[in-house]
């Protein structure tokens, strides 16, 4: 795939063009000039022509689109195309290959890559205003059109064991759907047996079509039981959640969560990903 007229204006509306070589910051190893072109070819005091400046985001942009081509392996139309060259272009080739964005996105799970722009936003471990805004616009671009087939619902709260429960059985003893991460050698069969249910049950669950197919560090879903007053569930934080806010959502006290997290000394200083206890 080729960038389109869109991500070009993305990428040029947030790296503007300079005609004399900089720093963006003091501590980095190389300069910086054009469109943000990057590199040990670019040497301080260095001064280019704006036609240059065009040729040299040819190149980058060129190079960017390859690696986005060469690193995802599934279907994207074009403005999920368009936000994550953006991306590439600004972070790097490396950083798109090592990233959960990527990750995710390699699984089909499209919503949960999207989720990634935002924690995409420091530089020497400080955030920074300009990175916010453009994760931001990459985010939106990416989801922009994004066909309900591609959809996944997102798991906002993801717990540990969720509780399915019978009407009109008053026992404390349920059924209860836990988690497990695909270890080598893993096989859904051996699994199945491992767990006392059937392959065809955990198809079911973890919406698996080949029982062949399966991969190391995936979730399985898997039924169990137990008892549900033993059983401790956790939220994992989303960009925007606070203290507050999920108290609210779980029908408990702000004190509470404090009391089953207790290394969150201040309510205001959560982060995306952070797993907090909620019973």
């Avoid at 942009?61 to 368009?82: H, I, M, S, W």
Wanted: glycine share 6%.
């Amino acid at each position: 795939m080729k960038l389109s007229n869109t991500g070009l204006s993305l990428i040029k509306s947030f790296e503007g063009v300079r005609l004399t070589a900089y720093k963006a910051v003091p501590t980095e190893e190389h300069w910086t000039i054009g469109y943000g072109h990057y590199g040990p070819d670019v040497k301080q005091n260095m001064r280019i022509t704006q036609d240059q400046a065009d040729e040299y985001f040819r190149k980058d942009v060129a190079r960017f689109e390859k690696a986005v081509n060469d690193n995802v392996k599934v279907p994207l139309n074009q403005n999920q195309f368009d936000a994550l060259v953006s991306f590439t272009y600004n972070c790097g080739a490396g950083a798109l290959q090592r990233s959960d964005l990527l990750k995710l996105l390699n699984q089909g799970k499209y919503k949960e890559a999207a989720d990634q722009f935002d924690l995409w936003n420091k530089s020497s471990g400080k955030v920074l205003n300009g990175l916010v805004k453009r994760r931001a616009k990459e985010k939106e671009l990416f989801l922009k059109d994004l066909p309900k087939e591609k959809v996944v619902k997102p798991n906002i709260e993801k717990v540990s064991a969720e509780i399915v429960t019978k009407p009109n059985k008053p026992s404390t003893t349920k059924k209860v759907i836990k988690t497990y991460k695909v270890k080598s050698g893993d096989a859904l069969s051996k699994l199945a047996s491992k767990w006392g249910t059937t392959v065809k049950r955990l198809q079911e669950l973890n919406g698996i079509k080949n029982p062949d197919k399966i991969y190391i560090g995936q979730t399985l879903k898997y039924e169990t039981t137990g008892n549900v007053d033993n059983i401790k569930q956790y939220h994992t934080v989303v960009s925007g959640d606070n203290v507050t806010k999920i108290a609210k959502k779980y029908g408990t006290t702000v004190s509470a969560i404090k009391k089953l997290n207790p290394g969150i000394k201040n309510i205001n200083l959560i982060y995306p990903k952070q797993k907090i206890r909620i019973k």
